[in-house]
C-alpha cells in the first residue's frame, strides 16, 4: 500500500513559478516510478512528468518540456514538480501517482492506467 497527499498547489499570475510536492507513506518509496499528471475541466487526465526510482531517468510532456522539472528526495519520501513560465493552459488539478508494478524503462510511465497508487489532486490555477 502507498498513501500520497500533494500540496502546493494555488492561484499565480503567468509567468509565474509554483512547486508542487507530493507526500509518499507505506512501502518503500525508492522502489517504484513515480509521475505527475494533470486533468482539467471536460479533458481527460494527461501525463506531465515521470522519474525513475532513483531519479537518474525523468521524462515530459512536450507541453511542459523545459518550463517543469521533475524530482524526488528519497531520504524524505517526497516527490516534487517545479512549475516555471506558467501558462494559463496549465490550469488543471494535478495529481501525483506511484507505479509500484512497471519498471520504468519499460515506458509505460505515459499511461495513467499503469499507475496503481494516486493522490487526492491539488489544484492549479494561472491567470492571464
Known amino acids: 500500500q502507498v498513501q500520497l497527499v500533494e500540496s502546493g498547489g494555488g492561484l499565480v499570475q503567468a509567468e509565474g513559478p509554483l512547486r508542487l510536492s507530493c507526500a509518499a507513506s507505506?512501502?518503500?518509496?525508492?522502489?517504484?516510478?513515480m509521475g505527475w499528471f494533470r486533468q482539467a475541466p471536460g479533458k481527460e487526465r494527461e501525463f506531465v512528468a515521470a522519474?525513475?526510482?532513483?531519479?537518474?531517468?525523468?521524462d515530459y510532456a512536450d507541453s511542459v518540456k523545459g518550463r517543469f522539472t521533475i524530482s524526488r528526495d528519497n531520504a524524505k519520501n517526497t516527490l516534487y514538480l517545479q512549475m516555471n513560465s506558467l501558462k494559463p493552459e496549465d490550469t488543471a488539478v494535478y495529481y501525483c501517482?506511484?507505479?509500484?508494478?512497471?519498471?520504468?524503462?519499460?515506458?509505460?510511465?505515459?499511461?495513467?492506467?499503469?499507475?496503481?497508487?494516486w493522490g487526492q489532486g491539488t489544484q492549479v490555477t494561472v491567470s492571464s
Open positions: 501517482a506511484a507505479d509500484t508494478v512497471h519498471a520504468y524503462y519499460g515506458g509505460s510511465y505515459r499511461n495513467p492506467l499503469s499507475y496503481d497508487y
Open positions: 507505506g512501502r518503500t518509496f525508492n522502489s517504484y516510478t
Open positions: 522519474i525513475s526510482w532513483s531519479g537518474q531517468r525523468t
